[in-house]
Nanobody, 127 residues
Framework: QVQLVESGGGLVQAGGSLRLSCAAS??????MGWFRQAPGKERNFVAA????????AYADSVKGRFTISRDNAKNTMYLQMISLKPEDTAVYYC??????????????????????WGQGTQVTVSS
C-alpha cells in the first residue's frame, strides 16, 4: 500500500522560508513531485524530481526560490522554499509516479504523470 505524508507547512511572513517534507512508503523506484492548489483554483505543478535526482523541473513562478530534493535512503522528498510570497499560499501536495521519470509538457509536469497523492499541507504566506 502506497502512502505519502506531507509535513512542514505553516504560516510565514513574506520573504520567509519553509521546508516541506514528504515521507513515502510502499514505493520502490518512483519519480516524485510537488503541486499546489489555492482556494477556488486548479492544482498546479510546482516541482518534479526523477528517481536518482539527476533531473529536476520547476514551474516558472518558483524557479530560483524553491528547491526540490530527495533522500532515497530515508524515502523522503523535500521542498525548500525561500523568499516566499503571498501568492505562494496554497495547499501543497506530494505526488509519486511508478515509472521513475517524468515528462515535461509546455514547461510543466502534468498531474497525469503521477499515480499517488498525499493529503496536502497548508502553506500560508502573510504580507
Amino acid at each position: 500500500q502506497v502512502q505519502l505524508v506531507e509535513s512542514g507547512g505553516g504560516l510565514v511572513q513574506a520573504g520567509g522560508s519553509l521546508r516541506l517534507s514528504c515521507a513515502a512508503s510502499g514505493l520502490s523506484t518512483s519519480h516524485m513531485g510537488w503541486f499546489r492548489q489555492a482556494p477556488g483554483k486548479e492544482r498546479n505543478f510546482v516541482a518534479a524530481i526523477n528517481y536518482n535526482s539527476r533531473n529536476t523541473a520547476y514551474a516558472d513562478s518558483v524557479k530560483g526560490r524553491f528547491t526540490i530534493s530527495r533522500d532515497n535512503a530515508k524515502n523522503t522528498m523535500y521542498l525548500q522554499m525561500i523568499s516566499l510570497k503571498p501568492e505562494d499560499t496554497a495547499v501543497y501536495y506530494c505526488a509519486a509516479g511508478s515509472r521513475g521519470w517524468y515528462t515535461v509538457v509546455a514547461g510543466k509536469v502534468p498531474t497525469a504523470e503521477y499515480d499517488y497523492w498525499g493529503q496536502g499541507t497548508q502553506v500560508t504566506v502573510s504580507s
